[in-house]
């Protein structure tokens, strides 16, 4: 089983939708959870961080947590094209430093006009 | 120019030959990394670093060699490249451990022969 687990998609919503990604963890003690952008060609940058059980909200996007079933989502809402990318979890586990992120194989999300 | 810069951006190598792939940050950055890209694999550690003089291995650290001997650079070595080296590989870096942010840069598409 992976550490972090992710549908590699592609997800496609229409343009003005919300879009739900996904993932899942393995080791129940994670402390942090990040969802990063990556365009096509270029580096990932964060979009949110979540730390505790519940929802984080942050203009369109919002983080969910939930640590007793062991995953984690982000929603997009007015999904727009320029959404489109592809969406990396990244986990801190238990097991590891506290600097060591590991990373789902990310989510392909298409907005469609 | 301020921020994280890899150099070089492309690289093509031959099986056996060393590469280094430089990494330099600007802001001052304690923690730096390095990662490595591949379909299939998404983003695996392969060094990290929380200081100068302090390096550690990641997920997939065999054939690659780190250092640090200033704050602001991490470069990484292929001792001895292979085709299985063949990758994207990036660096970043976080002021802190734990949850902090980790910044990302451009990138160097590796292809080795």
């Not at chain 1, 994670?30 to 990932?44: C, E, L, M």
């Not at chain 1, 979009?47 to 984080?56: E, P, R, T, V």
């Not at chain 2, 120019?1 to 190598?13: C, F, H, L, N, V």
């Not at chain 2, 003089?53 to 200033?70: A, F, L, N, Q």
Request: net charge neutral; proline share 4%; with cysteine.
């Amino acid at each position: 089983q992976k550490e972090v687990e992710q549908n590699s998609g592609p997800l496609s919503v229409p343009e003005g939708a919300i879009a739900s990604l996904n993932c899942t963890y393995s080791d129940r003690g994670s402390q942090s959870f990040f969802w990063y952008r990556q365009y096509s060609g270029k580096s990932p940058e964060l979009i949110m961080f979540i730390y505790s059980n519940g929802d984080k909200e942050d203009g369109r996007f919002t983080a969910q947590l939930n640590k007793a079933s062991q995953y984690v989502s982000l929603l997009i809402r007015d999904s727009q094209p320029s959404d489109s990318a592809t969406y990396l979890c990244a986990v801190i586990p238990r097991t590891g430093t506290a600097s060591k992120l590991t990373f789902g194989t990310g989510t392909r999300l298409q907005v469609t006009l | 120019d301020a921020g994280i810069t890899q150099s070089p951006r492309y690289k093509i190598t031959e099986t056996g030959r060393q590469v280094t792939l430089m990494c330099h940050q600007t802001w001052s950055h304690s923690y730096m990394f390095w990662y490595r890209q591949d379909l299939g694999h998404g983003l695996r550690l392969i060094y990290y670093s929380a200081a100068a003089d302090i390096t550690d291995k990641g997920e997939v650290p065999d054939g690659y060699v780190v250092s640090r001997s200033k704050t602001e650079n991490f470069p990484l070595t292929l001792e001895s490249a292979t085709r299985s080296q063949t990758s994207v590989y990036f660096c970043a870096s976080s002021e802190f451990s734990g949850g902090n942010e980790q910044f990302f840069g451009p990138g160097t598409r590796l292809t080795v022969l």
